[in-house]
């Protein structure tokens, strides 16, 4: 699978590995070609620098022939421009957006993208976990 | 009306000048304080400092009962938000959207975005006007449907000069609404106004006849016979002797 992913953040850098590792054909960009120091030394995919709200930018790097595409620099606008990009104008066929904001999360969902809160995931996890009771320490005295 | 201004550099802080002074009611969402502050100074009570993306800054400002929102903030991702959430979840009849990247237009548009207005357009648009070689300037893009006004200067060599507007083989779907002449005087056409060197002729036009448009008001007169009728001219359909030749 032909994969491209927006933001070479610490998700971006982690998930790209992941792929990369999976044997996908794995194209990360950033605006900032320092963003590429994170990663990892064994990385086989490609980097690019361009802005993934231009889509002159998207079309150089390959989407068309891109089977998914990840939208997951800081900003939630750019995601949500970029991944609209993707999906109405290249018609790619698996969209994911990374949305902090809940509401305009639940919004873009609503509008046909396939769309993950961290805000929301995060929080949930960590209330799951509190509600959980941690198996004895042993230690405690 | 009720027009909510999303941004308040200074595209947001000279429109919403001119918003007041026609009485509509205006308010500017703005992120940073200090420009919050300048606005309040020298407009009054009408800024509301956040974020003009979020939904809760939408709801305290009452996008629900706005007529039309207008994002001019310098990033086109920001504007294509707050217009998007607008419609979507505040139902707002009108969002008008700056644009930086004059390509986003066409993206803006396929996502629901009623209009967009792009300063790097209007300037190209007027640099390639200047230019001999593009005489067409596109004015505004009707929405749907595929028309658009234009703008053709009509050059002193051109063979419909002194030509009336019904003696013109227009292309179809192309009608000449208003000319204005070399001193800025404009004139609402009849089929027997006669159209004058330099002329600027203002049409609605569809976009794949924009071509034969521009050839027809700017091709040159094949010999030079001021004033006379030519009777070959409006024997042959309209693309055939009007397309434009040279160009690549």
């Known amino acids: ?141 | 009306m009720y027009a909510i201004v999303v941004g308040g550099g200074k595209v947001g802080y000279y429109l919403a000048k001119e918003m007041l002074d026609t009485d509509h009611e205006v308010l500017v969402i703005e992120k940073d304080g200090a420009k919050c502050e300048r606005i309040a100074q020298e407009l009054g009570d009408i800024v509301y400092k956040g974020d003009g993306c979020e939904a809760a800054t939408m709801e305290a400002t009452g996008f629900g009962r706005a007529d039309m929102v207008i994002a001019v903030t310098g990033d086109d991702e920001d504007n294509l938000v707050s217009c998007q959430v607008a419609k979507v979840k505040f139902d707002v009849p009108r969002t008008i959207a700056r644009i930086n990247n004059p390509k986003n237009e066409a993206i803006f548009r396929k996502l629901g975005i009623d209009t967009t207005v792009s300063a790097t357009a209007a300037i190209l648009a007027q640099i390639e006007q200047e230019l001999p070689e593009h005489p067409l300037m596109r004015l505004l893009t009707l929405k749907g449907g595929g028309l658009e006004i234009v703008e053709v200067k009509v050059p002193a060599f051109a063979s419909v000069v002194g030509r009336r507007i019904r003696e013109l083989m227009l292309p179809a779907e192309s009608i000449i609404v208003l000319l204005v002449d070399q001193a800025g005087s404009p004139r609402v056409p009849t089929s027997e106004t006669m159209i004058l060197t330099e002329d600027e002729v203002v049409a609605v036009t569809r976009r794949e006849n924009e071509d034969s448009l521009r050839a027809v008001l700017t091709a040159p007169a094949p010999v030079a016979v001021p004033g006379s009728g030519d009777p070959g001219y409006g024997s042959s359909g309209p693309a055939g002797p009007y397309e434009p030749s040279g160009r690549s």
């Open chain 1, 1 to 141: 699978m032909k994969v491209i992913i927006m933001g070479c953040g610490r998700v971006g850098a982690t998930v790209a590995s992941m792929l990369d590792d999976d044997g996908h054909d794995v194209t990360i960009l950033d605006t900032r070609i320092d963003a590429f120091r994170r990663l990892p030394a064994g990385y086989r995919g490609k980097r690019q620098v361009g802005n993934g709200i231009d889509q002159d930018t998207l079309a150089r790097i390959g989407i068309r022939e891109a089977d998914a595409f990840m939208a997951v620099t800081q900003g939630d606008n750019r995601n949500v421009m970029a991944a609209q990009i993707a999906k109405q104008i290249f018609g790619v066929r698996r969209v994911l957006c990374r949305i902090y904001d809940p509401i305009r999360e639940e919004i873009y969902k609503g509008l046909g993208l396939e769309t993950i809160s961290p805000t929301l995931v995060g929080a949930r996890l960590l209330k799951e976990t509190l509600d959980r009771e941690p198996a004895p320490a042993g230690g405690e005295s």
